[in-house]
Structure formats: C-alpha cells, structure tokens
C-alpha cells in the first residue's frame, strides 16, 4: 500500500459526460502528479501541482482539468467524455515539486470506461 | 526533453533463469532514472531508481539495474526469476532540472511472462 488513495475504482459513463476524480496523496507529500494509461498511447504525464499551485503540464487536454485543493487532496475533471478517453488515471504523489531522486507513490488508479 | 526506449515488448523466461530487461534513455538533463512494476489490476510499484552514488542498483525482490552513462542504457536483471515476477514493468525517466518539475517519462512497458 504506498498510502495513495483514489476514488472511484471504476467508473463508466456515456460521451459528452463530465466526471470527478479524487486523489488524496501521501500523508506530508506536497506535490501531486495525474497520469492517464491507455493501451494506445501508454502511460502519460498529465499534470503537476504542488502545495495547491499548477507545477507542470503535460499531454492534457483542454476538456480535463484539475486542482489541488488545501487540504492537499486533488480532483481531476474530465469534461465532454469521448471515448477514447477510456483509460486508467493514476495519482501519484512526492515530498517535493521537482529534485532529481524525489520518487513518487502511485495510487490504485480510476479506470473509466465511456460508453 | 527525454525519452525512454523499452526494447522489448514482451520477455518470457522459464522460473529459475536470468531475467533481462532493456531500456535506453535520452534525456537534456542530468537525469534520475526509476524502475516500476505493475501486476494486473494494480497500481504501479517502486523496484529501484538510480541515485548517482553507484552505478549498480540493487532493489526489492532480488532485482538490480546498472546505469551506463557511454551507452544511456538501465537494463534490470534479476538472476532467477520467480513465478510472482510476472508483471508489466516500466522503465522511467525523470529530469533533474527545477524547470522541467518533476514529471515522470515512461517507456512503452515490458510485459514479463515466466513459465514454469
């Protein structure tokens, strides 16, 4: 258990949906990271924040979106579902925002399956 | 920018042999360089990452990686494979460097299947 927690396990949804999921990081980690693994285009970095600030972006799209908020938990909002955003999401979470050794902590992930 | 290059897909080996998985690197930064597994249905674990103090790292499970900076390779090995080795295994880049945070690269994956 690496102490990331993530809600829903599965969701299934139709196109044009919008969905929420929930990330709560390690407890005294800073820094959290959402990544989507598909079988078409593996496993890829969507985007950082750290201590509630957007850190780093990368492969997102403009329909997804997402915060950190105080309490250091994060949501990733995904809008306007289309069906290859099938996939599973991971969370993961690190002490610091960058630092060459800095390891991060994955969640279960969220597999989202749109109908 | 950076990248990772897992050179097989898939490696299937008989339970009690030599395991060997390959993975080069590009990277425009000093990088660090992590090896994850991940078991069906599970999230992705931590085997071991390559800290700079020693070329040879050894992580959980018997596993070990040695960094070669000439070839920009971090091959895993695993001397006698076990049945509970099967599993996804990913190969990961991240770059040193305060602008380009923290974010991880991940290479396309080596499935691993052992045979008994």
């Known amino acids: 258990d690496s102490g990331v927690t993530q809600t829903p396990k599965h969701l299934i949804t139709a196109t044009g949906q919008r969905v929420t999921l929930r990330c709560s990081p390690r407890?005294?980690?800073?820094?959290v990271y959402w990544y989507q693994q598909s079988l078409d285009q593996g496993l890829q970095f969507l985007i950082q924040y750290y201590n509630g600030e957007e850190r780093a972006k990368g492969n997102i799209l403009e329909r997804f979106s997402a915060q950190q908020f105080p309490d250091l938990h994060s949501e990733l909002n995904l809008s306007s579902l289309e069906l290859g955003d099938s996939a599973l999401y991971f969370c993961?979470?690190?002490?610091?925002?960058?630092?060459?050794?800095?390891?991060?902590?994955f969640g279960p992930g969220t597999r989202l399956t749109v109908l | 920018a950076q990248s990772v290059t897992q050179l097989d897909s898939h490696v299937s080996v008989s339970e009690g042999t030599p395991v060997l998985l390959r993975c080069n690197y590009s990277?425009?930064?000093?990088?660090?360089l992590f090896w994850y597994v991940q078991h069906p249905n599970k999230g992705l674990q931590l085997l071991l990452k390559?800290?700079?103090?020693?070329?040879l790292v050894k992580g959980i499970n018997g596993f070990e990686a040695e960094f070669k900076k000439s070839e920009t390779s971090f091959h895993l090995t695993k001397p006698s494979a076990h049945m509970s080795d099967a599993a996804e295994y990913f190969c990961?880049?991240?770059?040193?460097?305060?602008?380009?945070?923290?974010?991880?690269?991940f290479g396309g994956g080596t499935r691993v299947l052992v045979k008994p």
């Open positions: 407890s005294g980690d800073l820094s």
């Open positions: 993961a979470s690190s002490v610091e925002p960058w630092g060459g050794f800095n390891e991060q902590f």
């Open positions: 390559y800290t700079s103090a020693a070329t």
């Open positions: 990277s425009s930064y000093s990088p660090s």
């Open positions: 990961v880049v991240s770059a040193r460097s305060e602008a380009a945070g923290n974010k991880l690269t």
